[in-house]
Nanobody, 126 residues
């Protein structure tokens, strides 16, 4: 059983930056895949960025070049650094954990993830 402690989120103006963190209750090194998803009411959950245990990453086209997913091994923390934020980035952001090691091509598919954080609201507006 894995639990995810998610923190971060907030309100920023377009062009601003925000950093989300997710701390699992067990070593990230023992987790197959981790990712960040986001969801707007009435829409399907969207994969934003994912990282495989081998270090491979995957990003949604809409965030490439602006968002970076990384792992801070010293703090056992999954991080999503969001720069150059746009209004369309506004959503509830969730970290997710998959116990099994899935192919890299599935990192942004919600169906592979077993555990989810409670979500952090990110609002980008003028």
């Amino acid at each position: 059983q894995v639990q995810l402690a998610e923190s971060g989120g907030g309100s920023v103006q377009p062009g601003g930056s925000l950093r989300l963190s997710c701390v699992p209750s067990r070593a990230i090194s023992s987790i197959g895949c981790m990712a960040w998803f986001r969801q707007v009411p009435g829409k399907r959950r969207e994969g934003v960025a994912g990282v495989h245990s081998d270090g491979s990453t995957s990003y949604a086209d809409s965030v490439k070049g602006r968002f970076t997913i990384s792992v801070d091994n010293a703090e056992n923390t999954l991080i999503l650094q969001m720069n150059s934020l746009k209004a369309e980035d506004t959503a509830m952001y969730y970290c997710a954990c998959a116990t099994a090691r899935w192919p890299d091509g599935l990192l942004l598919h919600a169906g592979i993830y077993d555990v989810w954080g409670e979500g952090a609201q990110v609002t980008v507006s003028s």
